[in-house]
């Protein structure tokens, strides 16, 4: 299976923001709960604590979360990254083909494959992933195949995928 696809700021934003989002709503909420109960002590008053928490929690993650778009598109300006991939995917392995040159994985190596609202991302490391926009498959078909490929050579342990 072969296709091509447009891999843009905004899509290396979002895989970058993947990448971070539980830690950093984890981050957020030790920060808001830290903050509340600084000010506001545990034993004191737990419940204007708890209110702080729901006022600075969403301030943030919000903050956070527009810190790692903004290093995103920086990082992505400065690299000069291409917009333009072919992806191609056979039994013995997954091809990423761009401008600045090819990436090969074999199946064996797949460290993980996630799926968020709009993209599929297999891993190659914890943090190197190979982007596959669900805007670019043509047909549900040819995700049925791309989706079967997964299932048939990553172990189900490293696979985290919305079922239908």
Known sequence: MK????????????????????ASTVLAALLALAIAFTFFGLSHNLIIGFLLFVIFFPIIYILRKRGVFKRAENRYAAFGASSE??????????RQS??????????????????????YYVFLTKR?????????????????????????????????????
């Open 98 to 119: 761009a401008a600045s040159g090819e990436t090969r994985l074999p199946w064996a190596d797949v460290y993980s494959v996630r799926e968020s609202e709009d993209s």
């Open 128 to 164: 190197k992933a190979f982007y596959f926009p669900k805007r670019s498959f043509e047909n549900e078909e040819q995700k049925n195949i791309f989706l079967s490929y997964i299932e048939k050579y990553v172990p189900a342990k490293k696979v985290k995928i919305k079922k239908k």
């Open 3 to 22: 296709f091509r696809t447009d891999f843009l700021a905004e899509d290396y934003s979002g895989l970058c923001w993947f990448q971070v989002r539980t």
């Open 85 to 94: 991939l072919y992806l191609e995917i056979d039994d013995d392995e997954i």
